[in-house]
């Protein structure tokens, strides 16, 4: 089945084409969700060890 253009869709396609990505200013990227370092690791491994269990659930002890 081909695909079918709009008459609406060929301005858009002209715009496209004529864009000047120089005109775009410069951006610094960082990254954000670093992953944790081995020390990190162990003391969350640690910790979980003590968390309670939630899928037990005792309603007579409300």
Known sequence: ????????????????????KRCLKKTNTAEKNTLPTKAEDQI????SAYDLDLSVFFKHCL
């Open 1 to 20: 089945r081909p695909l079918l253009s709009k008459m609406s869709d060929n301005p858009v396609k002209e715009e496209v084409q004529q864009f000047d």
């Open 44 to 47: 969350q491994a640690h910790s």
